[in-house]
């Protein structure tokens, strides 16, 4: 199951009461104020993370509330803060306030931290309100409540590359040969019905984080399949991975194969037809892939590249590739 949005709730902890009490020692008959702070609420925090892939599971558990701060103690003992609430999203989720519409925040980067609901304020104890006047007040302040927010989050995913193609072009065939996602691989169209991230280790440092979408086909940019929900997915790679099935038992020729697909993104959007791209054609095994491949040649005026996914031939040559793309775009 994948979610690409979810409406959630989230309320930051009450800060705690400043405490009103009067030190009690032996032979002090009037002893002071010493009453503490309170602590402060938890905080709700949001942390981007690559190992969270879809919005399903706070869709699911759509409410969260922090701890709150302790009220504070006699004898100037300040009460203990709350505990803050740490919420796990993928990398691309995109943060909107519901009420206003306006978006908060786009967390890109593995690591990156937003605090969504900020803790109330914690209450102060009477022991900061003596003076020469006023010299057992009875007075404390009470500790703010927390931010409360309703959310929208949005999906959008970062990766490297994003894999397009027609339905059973070996778009999923080639992430589970690259990485160690494993989708789901068939020989029927639209196999694939939710984006799959991977990543990919190029050497001992760099990797490629690669997402398998599902299909596109003709009219894929009007809503036509499961392309248009999808396109957008593609619209924050950094490059696009074109496969188009050169064998023999290919739906359309690789020509056709290729035109669909480019008209596609073009009418989805200008800068998704302009993102850099490598075109490759896909199953290429024996004699009859490689005719296929010259035929796609013929129809871009380029050459192309070839790969296999079941011989690994021209596997390391596209990553290689796409990370050039990749690392001239970063
Ligand atoms: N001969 C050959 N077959 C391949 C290769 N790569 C994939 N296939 C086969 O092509 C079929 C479709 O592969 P998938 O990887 O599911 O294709 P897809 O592009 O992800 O398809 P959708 O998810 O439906 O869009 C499967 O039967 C694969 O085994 C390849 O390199 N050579
Ligand atoms: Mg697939």
Redesign the pocket.
């Known amino acids: 199951m994948f979610r690409d949005e979810a409406h959630i709730e989230v309320v930051a902890g009450k800060g705690g009461d400043g405490a009103v009490s009067f030190r009690t020692e032996k032979y002090v008959p009037q002893g002071g104020p010493d009453g503490g702070d309170g602590g402060r609420g938890g905080d709700i925090i949001f942390v981007a993370s690559r190992s969270q892939t879809s919005l399903l599971g706070v869709a699911r558990s759509p409410r969260y509330r922090a701890q709150d701060g302790r009220n504070g103690g006699t004898r100037k003992c300040t009460g203990e803060g709350g505990d803050s609430v740490r919420i796990e999203l993928p990398v691309g989720t995109l943060i909107f306030d519901r009420a206003r519409g306006n978006r908060l925040a786009d967390l890109v980067e593995e690591g990156q931290e937003l605090v969504v609901a900020l803790g109330g304020r914690a209450g102060k104890g009477n022991c900061h309100f003596a003076n020469s006047i006023r010299q057992e007040p009875r007075v404390a302040i009470m500790g703010k409540e927390g931010e409360r927010r309703e959310l929208r989050l949005e999906l959008k995913l970062f990766a490297d590359v994003g894999?397009v193609?027609?339905?059973?072009?070996?778009?999923?065939?080639?992430?589970?040969v690259v990485t160690k996602a494993r989708?789901?691989?068939?020989?029927?169209?639209?196999?694939?019905l939710d984006p799959q991230v991977g990543i990919a280790s190029l050497n001992d440092y760099q990797t490629l984080v690669i997402a398998?979408l599902?299909?596109l086909v003709e009219g894929a940019a009007a809503g036509v399949g499961l392309g248009h929900r999808f396109l957008r997915h593609v619209e924050r790679c950094r490059a696009l991975l074109h496969?188009v099935?050169c064998?023999s038992t290919a739906i359309l020729s690789p020509k056709e194969s290729y035109e669909t697909i480019r008209k596609e993104l073009e009418e989805f959007s200008p800068v998704l037809a302009a993102k850099p791209q490598v075109l490759a054609a896909?199953?290429?095994?024996g004699p009859e892939g490689e005719e296929g491949a010259r035929e796609l040649e013929l129809a871009v005026g380029q050459p192309v590249m070839r790969?296999?996914?079941?011989?690994h031939q021209g596997i390391a040559e596209v990553l290689n590739e796409l990370q050039g793309i990749v690392l001239e775009s970063r």
Do not use: Q, R
């Open positions: 894999l193609g027609l339905p059973n072009a070996g778009k999923s065939t080639f992430l589970s989708p789901k691989v068939a020989d029927y169209p639209f196999t694939t398998d599902p299909g496969l099935d064998s896909s199953k290429v095994e790969l296999s996914s079941h011989t």
